[in-house]
Structures are given as C-alpha cells and as structure tokens.
C-alpha cells in the first residue's frame, strides 16, 4: 500500500507540471489581456503617458516580459515555494482571497452533497427494487429531469417562482440589505437562507446521475448469485437488500462520490454566478474575464490537484470496500 | 401477399410489436394478480398448511406448473411435474439443459425469478416434521423460516454463490444464527468451525477469516455445502453441485455429501445431468424433458431397464468403460421451443421409435412397476389398444 501510495503521487507531480505548463500557455494566449486593459484605462486619462508606453512599463511590472516558457518557468519557480503572488484583480495575495471565498463554495457544495446521498441513493435502491413500477417509472422521470434540465434553467425557475412570485427569498448574494444589523446567529442564519435556493438548484441537477447510477448497480447486484443464496438461507428481504446488497453496492458507489469530495472544494461556478455567491466559482470566474493570471493559475492547478486527489481517494476507498482489491 | 404474412406469423420466433406489447400487458395483468394474492397481510393458515400424501415423504410435487411470463410468450418451465422425495433417499434429477430441473428446485424454495416467474398451479408439499406446508401458497415469512433451516440449496455457481465482501466465517455464522436465535456468538463461531472440518476444510481458523476469492473452486464448493447443512437440513437441493469442479475434486464432494447425508439423515435432491453422478449417488432417478417428467423410477429400473426413448438415448449417449464405439451416440434434434408447445408428445420429433398413437394427445402415465412410471405411448396398456387410448383421449 505505502508503494503504491508513493507511486501515485511521485505520478501526480509529473501530470500537475504537464497540466500546469498547459494552463498558464493557454492563459497567455487568452485574448483578454489584463496589461492591455490596464493599459488602455490609464491612457484614457488625462495628461497620461501614449498607450504604448504604458503597455511597455506595465508588462515589466507585472512580470510579463519574454515568451511563455520564461513566463512559466518564473511561475513555477515560486509556485513550488509556495508563493502564488497577488491577485492583479482583486489587489491582495492570492492565497488570501482564496481562504475568503472558498468556504462559501464549500459550505454550498457541502450541503448539497449530503442531500445528494440522501436523496438518490434510497431512491435509487427503491426503484431498483421496484423495477418497472410506476414508483421506478415516477423516480426515473425525476431523475431524467434533473438530468437534462440545464443549471439556469432550473435556477431561473426556482428564482421566478420563490423569489419573484412568492417573495420568500433574495434573488441574489449571500447576505440581505439588512445583514450588518443582525447578531452573529442572525447573521448566520441570513446567509443560511441566501444558500437554500443555489443548494436546491445544485441538489436538483446532479441527484439524478447518482440516482440512477445506484438503481443500475443495484439491478445488477440483485441479479447476482449471491443475492439468491442469501435468500436460499432464509433472511428477511429488508436484510437481503440493506446488507448483502447495499454492502455489494457501495463498492461503486463510493468509488464515484470518492471522487467527487475533493470537487466540493472546486466551486460551483454557473449556480455561483447565477445567484452572484461569491464562492471560489465565481470569484475565478470574474478574475478569468478579466485575465488575471496569478489567480487563474492557483484555481486551475488547485482544481487539477483536486482532480488528482479524487482518482486517488477513489482508489484508496476502492480498495477499503472490496475486499479483492486490497493492495499488499 | 397473404400466404407470406401467414407464412411468417406461423414462425414461433417471429414476434411483432403489437403482438408482443399484448402479451406484455396481459402478463403483468396475471402476474400483478397473482403477486397481489401473494402480497396480503395475515393470510390465514388453511391456504398454506396441508397433508402430507404419504407422512414418509419430506417432499411431494404434485403437478406442478411454474411459468415464466415474458414479452415473446408464457414459457412453460415446468409443466406438471409430480414425483416424491422420500425421507433419508437421494432423488436424482436428470434432462437436458434447460429441461426445467433447476426451476422444479427454485419453486420448492420459491426462489424463482418473481414477478416473471410464477408457480401457477398445483401443489409442493414439505414435511417440516410437524406440520405438511404447501410451499406454493405459502407465506414469505414461512418461507423465510423454511429456507436454510429445513431446506437448503447447493447452488451449482460456486464461483458466485459467495458474497465477494463478507469473510466466511461471517456467511456461515449468519445462517446459523439466523435460524438459532438462542446459540450465543461463541456457540455460532464453533458450530460453523465444526461445519467447516465437516466439509473437510484443513485450515478451519483461518478460512473462518478468509474472502471467498482467496479460495479456490472447490473450497467455495465446500463452504456453500457448509452453509447448506449448518442447520442440519430435513432436505438438501444440490443443483449440480460438480460441475464447476475437477473430477478429482467432483469425486470428493459426492463422497461428502453422501457421508453427510447419513450423518444428519436428510434427504437429497441431486440435479444433474451426469449420468455417473445420478448411477452413483441417487435411489431414485426422475427423468425430464422440456417440463416434464417423462420417466422415473429407482435407480436399477432406470439404468437397467429404461423405457421412454429419451432414457434409451439418454443411457445410450454415455460412455462405458471396456465398450469400444467408434462415435458415442447422440440424440438427434434439439428441444422444442418451450413458448407455446404443442399439445403432443414433446420428444415425437426426435423421437426413433414413433408408433401411430404418437400422433395423438400428450401421452398420459403408465406404470410399469410400483416405482417405475412412464409416459409413453410404447408403453401404453398393450401396445395394440395405442389406437383405441388415444381415440378415448381425442374424445
């Protein structure tokens, strides 16, 4: 296991050098410029300097003088001390602005995964036992549903009818006008609230997948031999299922939400930007618009690392759950 | 134009969709009524419990049908099949692949595929020692308390049988303490250790540890064995319990499972279709075909004196030792196509030794001994009076 282990992540930093290199070539050929913007703000000025020469001093201030290779090579000479530098959007290191926002992310994922589980796998388990009944045909529309109906699509809906018709929400931010004024649990509660829509809209879009990835494993493991000698022994149904079958089940289920752990941390960057949270999405996603490479570059080969450490976890719990695949 | 649409719906493959979406709905039609039957609370007792016909039997199938109803057609798996198990004797089971050997078993433990498959008439009578339970109506709690504990099964995949995730120690202890409430943990743990040097199993302590994929075959083979008598079984169904298994291995469960048969005095229901099994192990031999019984009797009047034509060539189709053949024999043709059988006798089109009754209905039963029963036409009270029986029938 420890070989294993080590193996896996002298592999990881071998792919992360690659990825890296390949977002911050992209990201210096991105149209959007955030010296030239820069450049042509100040220049509009009064009495300032002819663009050129603004473009010229900026470019050596922010470092972005030689070609990419260069550039990157003084990217990751400092990455690897772990300086990422300042954010050129947001006027402070970015390290900093990341711990701001990340924990709004977090907390929305967060939730929105643990009514995931809870929701999709019962159901999952329900209309697999069920096969073909009207209760497995009523949870596979839903799930279709959650499927294929787009993110804002589904947070359009929900803001037109909770927020616009009924008025029990906020149509965006985390905080109401009134939030300086309340008392710390005011304050907390207040933005509790501000999460239920985008967690419904989250919740909604990615439980079907689950859903239906459960239903699928279970018809199959019912189907299986073992399944019929735990009834030839005489256990209980509820026992059949709920032990010998979901014990069966979790062996892929836990591999794919193994996987998607480290993604909580990732941001949801259309549910973001749609109810304008100012999570990890859609603070990168301002700061990508706008061509701020520092902070780009530590999202991106953040989420890479996320990545990474998903297929890794999933391999770890693979190898807790099944019994035939522990490593020696 | 005509003839060829006539033509093609003869064809018992060809299927079309309309055709198939009607039988969909009407099967779940039958099968939503008959799980709804089976679905009441508190079904009281007179629809379960029954008597026995002869209190020595542990086991009567009387004309039992268990069909499965599927989108090309109702397959009619076993198709009236009757015969006994007495107690203490082995029954050997034989016929081809998908005879419905294994589905007469799954009825009697009312394991069959459910909603599809149904046992939809006729009788299973189990002899639990005090009471006789007609295992077709019964109840899932009942079953749940037969299963395992009076009956057991031997399934023939030991390769999948075994829950891949639990240790065997743990699979064995469920059943025991499943169906012994009162046995403490330790108890349970050294019942299953004194089942697993039963079986023969060397290194007890440490395949109580083990994952079913650290054993080889063989020993699976022997844990389910195992698990099946843990609760010293009345009945143990063991659908071809060798078949995964090397000869030499093969040799060595039938030795078991024969010296654990003594041991407990159960009776055994051996599914097979080899011929040296059946001629080694069984008193019994109840032959089948496409459904049916069409021949049992004991073992000595099976292998030495066969009657049906499907028992000719079945004895026929074995190798002898010291018998030089230059081909061993096979029968010729295959099964019929189990939707919608004809209402004649099933073996006429592969059969060598047609005579003009053949023609007739389904033939019915003769006895040739107290034991020995067939159904054949060959056999059929004088073979001049053929004519006149099926004539009677036709009627």
Known sequence: MKKFLIRRLLLSIVILFFVSFIIYSIERCLPTSYVEGKARQMSQKAGAKPYDELLEQLTNSYGLEGNI?????????????????????????????????????????????????????????????????????????????????PTFFIATLLKWVFSINLGWFDLYGIVGRMHEQLPPIGQVLDMGKHLIL????????????????????????????????????????????????FRNILIPI??????????????????????????????????????DVPFTMFYMVFLAILTLAGTLIADILYAIVDPRVRVN | MNFFKKESTKDANYISAKESRAISKENKRITD????????????????????????????????????????????????????VPQGKTVGIV????????????????????????????????????????????????????????????????????????????QVDEVIALHNPQMSKEEVKNRTIEMLELVGIANCEGVYKMYPHELSGGMRQRICIAMGLACNPRLIIADEPTTALDVTIQAQILDLLRGLKDKINSSIMLITHD????????????????????????????????????????????????????????????????????????????????????????PGQTSLSPTHVVNCYLYAEGAGSNEKNEMKEGQ
């Open chain 1, 254 to 291: 836990v591999t794919l939400l193994g996987s998607t752990i480290p993604t909580l941390f990732g941001g949801a960057m259309i549910t973001e930007t749609l109810f304008q949270i100012p999570g990890i999405g859609y603070i990168s996603y301002m700061s990508l618009t706008q061509g």
């Open chain 2, 275 to 362: 011929l040296g099994v059946i001629a080694e192990m069984a008193d019994y031999v109840v032959v089948m075909y496409a459904g049916r019984v069409v021949e049992q009797g004991t073992v000595q009047e099976i292998f030495k004196t066969p009657k049906h034509p499907y028992t000719i060539g079945l004895m026929a189709s074995k190798p002898v030792v010291g018998k030089d053949v230059d081909r061993l024999y096979s029968i010729p043709g295959k099964v019929p196509n189990p939707v919608n059988m004809p209402d004649y006798c099933y073996f006429r089109d592969r059969c060598e030794m047609c005579v003009e009754a053949c023609k007739g209905k389904y």
């Open chain 2, 33 to 84: 009524e008959i799980e709804k039957k089976r679905k009441r609370k508190n079904i009281p007792e007179e629809e379960y419990v029954t008597k026995m016909k002869n209190s020595n039997n542990v086991v009567e199938f009387d004309n039992v049908h268990t069909y499965f109803f599927t989108d090309i057609g109702t397959v009619k798996s076993v198709d009236g099949v009757s015969f006994d």
């Open chain 1, 198 to 245: 985008p967690v419904v809209t989250l919740t909604v879009v990615s439980v079907g997948n689950l859903m239906r990835y459960t239903r699928t494993n279970m018809l199959e493991v019912l189907n299986s031999d073992y399944i019929r000698t735990a009834r030839a022994k005489g256990l209980s149904e509820n026992k059949v299922i709920n032990y010998h079958a």
């Open chain 1, 69 to 149: 290779l260069q550039g990157y090579a003084k990217w990751l000479s400092n990455a690897v001390k772990g300086e990422f530098g300042d954010s050129w959007v947001w006027s402070k290191p970015v390290t900093e602005k990341f711990k701001e926002v990340i924990w709004y992310s977090f907390a929305m994922s967060g939730i929105s995964f643990v009514f995931q589980v809870i929701i999709a796998i019962p159901l999952g388990i329900l209309s697999a036992r069920k096969q073909y009944s009207r209760t497995d045909y009523a949870v596979t529309v839903f799930a279709l549903i959650g499927i294929s109906l």
């Open chain 2, 95 to 170: 016929g081809e692949s998908g005879c419905g050997k294994s589905v007469t078993s799954l009825s009697l433990m009312q394991l069959v595929q459910r909603p599809q498959g149904q046992t939809v008439k006729g009788e299973i009578r189990f002899n639990t020692g005090e009471q006789a339970i007609n295992v077709v109506n019964a109840p899932m709690e009942t079953m749940q308390k037969l299963r395992g504990n009076y009956m057991s099964m031997i399934f023939q995949e030991p390769m999948t049988s075994l829950n891949p995730v639990f240790r065997i120690g743990s």
